[in-house]
C-alpha cells in the first residue's frame, strides 16, 4: 500500500507541470497573434493613399505692352506681349503688385534689347523667359524679402 501513496502524490505535480507548459504555450501563441496582427496593420495603413492637396498657384498678371525690337531684315519691329509670373508665395506677389511700375520698366528695358527674329522661335522664348527670371535677382527695393518666381507664362506674344 505504500506504492499507491506514492503514485498518488506524483500524479497532481505531473499534472501540474502539464498545466504549466500548456499556459506557457498558450500565452506564447497569443502573444505572438497579437504582435502578427500589430505587425499587419501598420503596413495597410501605410498602402492607403493619403489624399494630397496641391498648393493652389499664385500668379501675378503683367497687362499686355508693346515693344519696339530691333531686327536683322528691318529697321524695327514691334513686339506684343502678355505676361503671368507664377509666384511662390503671397508676400512675394504682394511685392510685385507693389512695384508693377518698375516690374513693366525693367521689362520693357529688357524686351527692348532682344532681336526680333531669336524672339519667333520657341528656343528663343525660353531664354527670354530665363532672362527674365534672372532680372527678377536684382532686388527691388532695399530691404527685400527673397522672391519666389517660379515660370514665366507667355499669355500673348506676336511680333510684327
Known amino acids: 500500500?505504500?506504492?499507491?501513496?506514492?503514485?498518488?502524490?506524483?500524479?497532481?505535480?505531473?499534472?501540474?507541470?502539464?498545466?504549466?507548459?500548456?499556459?506557457?504555450?498558450?500565452?506564447?501563441?497569443?502573444?505572438?497573434?497579437?504582435?502578427?496582427?500589430?505587425a499587419e496593420a501598420d503596413p495597410q495603413a501605410m498602402a492607403e493613399p493619403v489624399p494630397v492637396t496641391p498648393p493652389t498657384p499664385v500668379f501675378v498678371e503683367?497687362?499686355?505692352?508693346?515693344?519696339?525690337?530691333?531686327?536683322?531684315?528691318?529697321?524695327?519691329?514691334?513686339?506684343?506681349?502678355?505676361?503671368?509670373?507664377?509666384?511662390?508665395?503671397?508676400?512675394?506677389?504682394?511685392?510685385?503688385?507693389?512695384?508693377?511700375?518698375?516690374?513693366?520698366?525693367r521689362l520693357l528695358m529688357l524686351l527692348s534689347s532682344q532681336e526680333a527674329e531669336s524672339l519667333t522661335t520657341p528656343e528663343g522664348k525660353q531664354a527670354l523667359s530665363a532672362q527674365i527670371m534672372t532680372d527678377f535677382e536684382r532686388p527691388l527695393t532695399d530691404p527685400q524679402p527673397p522672391l519666389s518666381i517660379q515660370d514665366v507664362l507667355y499669355t500673348e506674344f506676336i511680333v510684327q
Open 62 to 105: 503683367i497687362k499686355p505692352f508693346t515693344v519696339n525690337v530691333p531686327s536683322r531684315q528691318f529697321e524695327q519691329r514691334l513686339l506684343y506681349i502678355g505676361l503671368s509670373l507664377k509666384v511662390g508665395n503671397e508676400v512675394t506677389r504682394d511685392l510685385l503688385i507693389e512695384h508693377m511700375p518698375q516690374v513693366r520698366s
Open 1 to 38: 500500500m505504500a506504492k499507491t501513496a506514492t503514485s498518488g502524490t506524483r500524479k497532481p505535480w505531473w499534472l501540474l507541470g502539464i498545466l504549466v507548459i500548456l499556459l506557457s504555450m498558450g500565452s506564447s501563441v497569443g502573444i505572438f497573434y497579437f504582435m502578427d496582427n500589430r
